[in-house]
């Protein structure tokens, strides 16, 4: 059974710095692309950041210089680092994995982790 599990959110002040990981579980398929999403209250998801199993990246223009994306293939985890962090980065914050199968992709997401910037 696949999941991915994530840890690090938590309650930061404006200025500070939180590190996220999304650890992926199970077997039978190889990963792709992986990415972190976002949701703020009230708002739409937002796709934050992304890594291709290249190790390409792409970023929301409003996290540009601030979050770095990067991965572990053999640890099978992405991480978020997130720096000079903003309250309007208040969010519940979602890993995703596009997974390969014998029999196609499927792409996953984790739980979600709570990250609350303070101003």
């Known amino acids: 059974q696949v999941q991915l599990v994530e840890s690090g959110g938590g309650l930061v002040q404006a200025g500070g710095s939180l590190n996220l990981s999304c650890a992926t579980s199970?077997?039978?398929?190889?990963?792709?692309?992986m990415g972190w999403d976002r949701q703020a209250p009230g708002k739409q998801r937002e796709l934050a950041a992304t890594?291709?199993?290249?190790?390409?990246?792409d970023y929301l223009d409003s996290v540009k210089g601030r979050f770095t994306i990067f991965r572990d293939n053999a640890k099978k985890t992405v991480y978020l680092q997130m720096n000079s962090l903003k309250p309007e980065d208040t969010a519940v914050y979602y890993c995703?994995?596009?997974?390969?199968?014998?029999?196609?992709?499927?792409?996953?997401w984790g739980q979600g982790t709570q990250v609350t910037v303070s101003s």
């Open positions: 890594i291709t199993s290249g190790g390409s990246t």
């Open positions: 995703n994995a596009l997974l390969s199968f014998p029999r196609g992709r499927k792409r996953y």
């Open positions: 199970g077997a039978g398929f190889s990963i792709d692309d």
